[in-house]
C-alpha cells in the first residue's frame, strides 16, 4: 500500500479514479461492522465508505488500514476545505520544491464563481497550465499570462504571487528515464524564446503566446513530441489525464497530484519574506512591467531582470 490507497474504474480495471495519501492526510477509521467500514478525512468534504467482497477480506483490510493510518506520517489539515483529497493524489507544498523536475505541469484552478461557472459549462478542469523548467538546482515556473505577458519565476515566488488567485495547484510530473538530458535542449529552448520575444518588443510587437502552446513547442524542442500538428493548436485540455497526447521515449505524464499548503497564510508570509530579503523591492515602483531575458554562459543559464520604466 505504501501509505497510498488507490482505487480503479469497476468496468475499466486498469484506470485509476482516485487515491488517498494517508501520510499527507489526517484520517481516521470506522468500523461499520460486517463488511462495510469507512474512512473519515479530516478537513474533506467527503468521507471514502468502502465494502469488501466478503467477511474475510474485510478482516484483512480493516487491520491493514488501521496499521497504515496509525502508523503514517500525519499533519493537521482541519482547516482546509478539500474537495478533491480522495480523487487525487496529494503532495506536500515542501516536497512538490524538492521534486519538481524538467518538463512538468503545473495545472491551476481559479477561485472565482465565473471561472467555476466556465469549467463547468466547458467541461474542463482547470484554468491554466504552467511549465516546470530547472536551471541547475533551481525550480522555476514558465508561463504566459491572459495579457501574453511572459513570466519565469522562482517556483516558490511564482506559488506566492498565485496563491490569492487560484485555489488548487495539481502537479503533473513528466515520467521520463533521460531528464538529465534534458538540460541542454531546456536551455537552447529558453534562449530561443526569449530572443523571439525580445525581437518583438524592439519592433514594438508583442508575442502572443499561449501557455499550452509555449509547453508543446517545448515538447518539441526537447524531441519527446513529434506530430505535424502545429504548437498553436494545442490546449490545456492536452495536457489533462483523460487527453490522447503521446510522448517518445517512454515518456508520459503522471497522475495528478494536488499540492497541499498545510499553512496557507504562513506559507505565503513566509516566501514573501524570504522574497523581500533577497531583492530590493523599491525598483518596482518605476516600472510598467518586467520580462526576463535568457543568455548561456558556458554551461550555466544565467537569468538577467530586464526593466522597462514606465513612459
Known amino acids: 500500500m505504501e501509505d497510498r490507497l488507490l482505487y480503479y474504474d469497476k468496468d475499466k480495471k486498469t484506470m485509476q479514479k482516485g487515491c488517498l495519501n494517508f501520510r499527507n492526510s489526517k484520517c481516521s477509521f470506522e468500523d461499520k461492522g460486517g463488511v462495510e467500514f469507512t474512512i473519515v478525512i479530516e478537513g474533506a468534504k467527503k468521507n471514502l465508505k468502502l465494502k469488501a467482497l466478503n467477511e474475510a477480506d474485510a478482516r484483512i483490510w480493516k487491520i491493514t488500514l488501521q496499521k497504515t493510518i496509525e502508523s503514517s506520517h500525519t499533519i493537521n489539515?482541519?482547516?482546509?476545505?478539500?474537495?478533491?483529497?480522495?480523487?487525487?493524489?496529494?503532495?506536500?507544498?515542501?516536497?512538490?520544491?524538492?521534486?519538481a523536475d524538467y518538463?512538468?505541469?503545473?495545472?491551476?484552478?481559479?477561485?472565482?464563481?465565473?471561472?467555476?461557472?466556465?469549467?463547468?459549462?466547458?467541461?474542463?478542469?482547470?484554468?491554466?497550465?504552467?511549465?516546470?523548467?530547472?536551471?541547475?538546482?533551481?525550480?522555476?515556473i514558465l508561463d504566459f499570462t491572459n495579457e501574453f505577458q511572459i513570466?519565469?519565476?522562482?517556483?516558490?515566488?511564482?506559488?506566492?504571487?498565485?496563491?490569492?488567485?487560484?485555489?488548487?495547484?495539481?502537479?503533473?510530473?513528466?515520467?521520463?528515464?533521460?531528464?538529465?538530458?534534458?538540460?541542454?535542449?531546456?536551455?537552447?529552448?529558453?534562449?530561443?524564446?526569449?530572443?523571439?520575444?525580445?525581437?518583438?518588443?524592439?519592433?514594438g510587437e508583442r508575442v502572443e503566446l499561449r501557455s499550452s502552446e509555449m509547453i508543446a513547442a517545448f515538447l518539441k524542442s526537447v524531441g519527446l513530441l513529434h506530430t505535424t500538428r502545429n504548437s498553436v493548436d494545442f490546449h490545456i485540455t492536452d495536457f489533462l489525464p483523460n487527453s490522447k497526447l503521446k510522448l517518445q521515449g517512454n515518456a508520459f505524464y503522471s497522475n495528478e497530484m494536488q499540492i497541499i499548503f498545510d499553512d496557507p497564510e504562513g506559507i505565503k508570509q513566509r516566501l514573501l519574506d524570504s522574497y523581500f530579503t533577497d531583492f530590493d523591492t523599491s525598483i518596482f515602483n518605476s516600472v510598467s512591467y518586467t520580462h526576463l531575458r535568457a543568455h548561456e554562459t558556458g554551461r550555466n543559464l544565467v537569468c538577467r531582470l530586464l526593466l522597462e520604466k514606465k513612459k
Not at 478539500?82 to 496529494?90: C, G, S
Not at 518538463?103 to 504552467?130: F, M
Open 151 to 203: 513570466r519565469f519565476l522562482d517556483l516558490a515566488e511564482y506559488v506566492r504571487y498565485n496563491m490569492d488567485l487560484y485555489e488548487n495547484f495539481v502537479l503533473r510530473r513528466l515520467v521520463y528515464d533521460n531528464k538529465a538530458g534534458l538540460e541542454e535542449a531546456t536551455y537552447q529552448f529558453i534562449d530561443k524564446l526569449f530572443e523571439r520575444v525580445a525581437a518583438a518588443q524592439h519592433r
Open 103 to 140: 518538463g512538468d505541469l503545473l495545472l491551476l484552478e481559479k477561485k472565482d464563481l465565473t471561472s467555476k461557472i466556465t469549467r463547468t459549462v466547458q467541461n474542463k478542469q482547470y484554468d491554466h497550465v504552467a511549465l516546470v523548467l530547472r536551471v541547475g538546482e533551481e525550480r522555476k
Open 77 to 99: 489539515r482541519a482547516t482546509v476545505v478539500l474537495d478533491k483529497t480522495w480523487k487525487i493524489d496529494t503532495l506536500l507544498f515542501q516536497d512538490f520544491q524538492r521534486i
